[in-house]
């Protein structure tokens, strides 16, 4: 399968980029890795008139503890952060979700920034970023700004982002002692989407008492869905096998799955539950380490 | 349409050309320079037979546009072994069953010389997880799970007697 004809161009800074955006309409995509836009090209769901490539601008792949945050650079790609140490000692997390997402040859390519500004319920990494209330750095032709991950979903493929503003940065507050998180996904097959996934983070006091939490879903509804009825139920409290269970039925009862070739609502609704108290008990137990 | 010009390295070789902003590395590789060896066993970036190295790492090479790869450095599996010989990845598919019908070899060991870099010395598991983005029809898997295994071992003896 071959895409529509576009036209390709390529830009060395983000200065380049906002402009040839600006320049080119809306007619022009970034791309970055390419592996969620490319093959929509090739089936001719996305037919854009230009590609501005922006995976060669220098300065926008790391990882990195700097002030009160974890700052990721949007170019970073899933294989640097399944593969990087302060993550996997820090925020295990990603380690959970990365090795959940796409495949390795993917991995290589599909990048942080590329996966939470396809905008994609189905995609994993939004739910890990709705967990850990992340903030989306942009730059756009105004300028720079910081959008609250809670301000970032509109819609299917519909984000905070306006045309010609580029992702570059997301920051996470950074991990906190007893503190811990943990994500899984049912999945048919190794690399698909989600069936359902479910992203927890919760941060205890010297008490075991619950300060923060945050549970984002993977797949489960058209944005990217933080079940918050869940989060008012735990924070303030000791987090017991009751609560746990509770928090298992909100999940279940408040995503909107659809019934589709990867399961029916009915079943989506049953597992959701379960992954939820799964992960809520792993998240536990990596935060009373 | 738009035409650009690219150069990079295939297989220790230096190629220009200029191509459409569309073209596919895959089609470049298969229909350009004419080595076949790259396969394409899917529309939807799914199945790995197309893989290749790009800068020493697997990419789908359906899934990237030869523009991009300008100034890079790409093998496929014409290039991992010199004339007449076997990498030991190929001797190990051949040694242990790994492939029936072949269609999706090239892929796996592409996919596997960048597994065993980054890992030279996988579980089992990490292997089935390692190859998990390349799909076979025939085998069953069990007997490339073995060609990777014997290829480390056979890799790790390398280099030992190279250090
Ligand atoms: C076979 C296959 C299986 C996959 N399975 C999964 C999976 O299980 N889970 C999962 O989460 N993902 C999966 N993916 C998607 C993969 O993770 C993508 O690579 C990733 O979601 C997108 O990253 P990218 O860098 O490739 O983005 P691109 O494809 O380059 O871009 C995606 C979209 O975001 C925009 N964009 C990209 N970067 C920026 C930026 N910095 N600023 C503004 N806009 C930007 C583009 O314009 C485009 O609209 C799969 C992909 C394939 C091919
Ligand atoms: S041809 Fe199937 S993944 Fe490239
Ligand atoms: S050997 Fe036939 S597809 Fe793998």
């Known amino acids: 399968m071959i895409p529509a004809n576009f036209t390709y161009h390529k830009a060395t800074s983000l200065k380049e980029a906002i ?43 790391y990882i990195k503890e700097e002030g009160d945050y974890l700052k990721i650079g949007a170019l970073t790609t899933q294989t640097e952060l399944e593969h990087n140490s302060l993550l996997k000692d ?15 040859s993917v991995r290589n390519c599909g990048t942080i920034g590329g996966n939470i500004a396809h905008g994609d319920a189905a995609n994993d990494q939004p739910a890990l970023m709705l967990a850990l209330r992340a ?35 997301i920051q996470i507050p950074k991990s906190k002692k007893n503190s811990g998180g ?18 927890v983070h919760l941060e205890l006091d010297d008490d075991g008492v619950c300060q923060e939490i945050g549970i984002g879903l993977t797949n489960v509804s058209a944005v990217p869905m933080r079940l918050e009825r869940g989060e ?17 039925v909100f999940a279940s009862e408040d995503a909107e799955p659809e019934s589709d070739l990867r399961g029916s609502e009915a079943y989506k609704r049953s597992i959701l539950k379960t992954i ?7 998240a536990l137990e990596r935060a009373r380490q | 349409m738009a035409k650009h010009k690219v150069t990079m390295t295939i297989n220790g070789q230096s190629v220009t ?60 599996i014409e290039g991992i072994a010199a004339d007449g010989t076997n990498h030991p990845l190929q001797q190990a598919f051949h040694d242990q069953h ?36 390349n799909l076979c029809r025939c085998t069953g898997y069990n007997n490339i799970v073995k060609s990777v295994q014997q290829a480390a071992k056979e890799m790790a003896k390398e280099t030992k007697e190279t250090v």
């Not at chain 1, 295990?92 to 390795?104: E, N, Q």
């Open chain 1, 276 to 282: 939820t108290k799964r992960m809520l008990n792993k």
């Open chain 1, 232 to 248: 008012e139920l735990l924070r303030g409290k000791v987090i017991t096998d009751d609560l746990i269970e509770q928090v298992g």
């Open chain 1, 90 to 104: 820090k925020y295990p997390i990603f380690g959970d979700a990365i090795w959940l997402t796409a495949d390795p």
């Open chain 2, 98 to 133: 790994g492939l029936h019908c072949g269609f999706c070899t090239p892929g796996m060991i592409m996919r596997s010389i960048d597994l065993l870099n980054t890992n030279p010395n996988p579980t089992e598991k990490e292997i089935r997880w390692g190859i998990s983005g």
């Open chain 1, 19 to 61: 402009a040839l955006s600006e320049e080119l309409g809306e007619e022009a995509k970034y791309m970055s890795g390419g592996h969620s836009l490319l093959p929509m090209m090739k089936l001719r769901f996305a037919t854009p008139e230009h590609i501005i490539d922006i995976s060669k601008i220098d300065g926008l792949s």
């Open chain 2, 17 to 76: 050309a200029e191509v459409d902003s569309r073209l596919l590395l895959v089609h470049f590789i298969r229909e350009n320079l004419d080595m076949t060896g790259t396969h394409i066993g899917c529309d939807t970036s799914s199945c790995g037979a197309c893989t290749i190295l790009i800068d020493g790492k697997s990419v789908k090479s359906c899934t990237y546009l030869t523009v991009r790869a300008d100034g890079a450095n790409i093998t496929t």
């Open chain 1, 135 to 169: 903030t989306i750095i942009a730059h756009g032709a105004d300028g720079e700004k910081s959008i609250p991950i809670d301000e970032f979903f509109h819609g299917f493929y519909m984000t905070a982002l306006e045309p010609g503003d580029i992702l570059t940065e």
């Open chain 1, 182 to 199: 943990a994500y899984h996904k049912v999945e048919r097959k190794v690399g698909d989407y989600a069936t359902a996934g479910v992203a």
